[in-house]
């Protein structure tokens, strides 16, 4: 395409845009012009963002941006093709153009770029339902991410939400969980819109709750994403339900359970969940005492957790197995001897608990301090 012909297509395309981006296309010429192909990418790259350029983005890709395509930045190369592939008219065809993207920057010294477009392939197939080859496109990817020494934040995020999305498909809860949370961990949350960060938050707490892997909530607890459910009062009881979770609370888990069959896949799940609070309850129990009084008879466990005296030892053996506890079990006496519990995060009302746990030790220290001095003075003196 000759000189003219740009000329031509810009000034149709100048005419075509909102009046407030018509500077930005008058402007590409002259960079284009004299060669400036960073300041160009970077012109061109702030009109694909503003959404009055959405009608315009495939013709600009397409007619313009191929034409000196080898001599920008390739990750922002793929950039502007993935905002121009949203202008497809369906699936198929945003499939056909990112796999002749994935090709175009398929280089030994592109490969963040290749990463990049080779992830937004498999989102797409994924919108297709086809997860085999998604699932061999995100290995790929993954393949080649896990040989760089560093990579945009941008291809992280990229990988690890289509990953979230491919697992979510495949309704494995605790690979979508440590996804997602691997990819708000490369973003701003606040870049999210509100809605989206409640769609998130909300889907990442169904995830922790169903999942047979997770027990411990403490890295979405500690997460503002969650703060998201607490918006309006249609998923309050949600992340109410959580930090129920977080510290055993029976009584509350009760109060809210009748909240749990709104979700289907929350219903599905109703005996795990059951048995995942009679868990929280037994670690919370143990947590609570002081370390040098961790025998608890089943019978003590039962009253803690109003778990069945026959269901104890099974549930003990769960929190072992799953490695909440550890310590043995005395079957002949029903005594359960416990030395260590897993860390989790405290709410204010367990700090509050530590707080009088700290505050007898340090009495127990001074009545220890001041029975030693009463009873060796002439040793101390």
Known sequence: MNVDTISDFLAEQRDQAPEELQPLVLEFETLWERKLWHQLTNLLLEFFNNPGSAPQRLQFYKVFIL?????????????????????????????????????KVDDEDSQDAYVFATIAVARVKLDLSDLDGARKDLDTAER???????????????FYDTNANYFQAKSDSGAYYKNALLYLACIDVKSLSVEEQRQRAYNLAIAALVSSSI????????????????????????HQLLFAFNRGDLAAYDLLASHISSDPLLAQHTRQLREKIYLAALTEAVFRRPPHDRAMSFSTIANETKVHPDEIEHLIMKALSLDLLRG?????????????????????????????????????VDKLGNWIEGVGQDVWA
């Open 67 to 103: 034409k000196f395509a080898d001599k920008i930045n390739q990750l922002k190369l793929v950039d502007l093709a993935l905002k121009a592939a949203t202008q497809c008219r369906d699936n198929q065809e945003r499939l056909s153009f990112l796999e002749a993207v994935v090709k």
């Open 144 to 158: 080649i991410l896990d040989n760089f020494d560093s990579v945009e934040s941008v291809v992280h995020a990229a």
């Open 215 to 238: 027990y411990n909530f403490g890295e979405l607890l500690l997460h503002p994403i969650l703060d998201a459910l607490t918006i309006d009062d249609r998923h309050k009881w949600l």
């Open 328 to 364: 043995t079990i005395d079957q002949v006496d029903e005594v359960a001897h416990i030395n260590w519990v897993q860390p989790k995060v405290l709410d204010m009302k367990q700090i509050e608990n530590m707080r009088q746990r700290l505050q007898e030790w340090d009495s127990s």
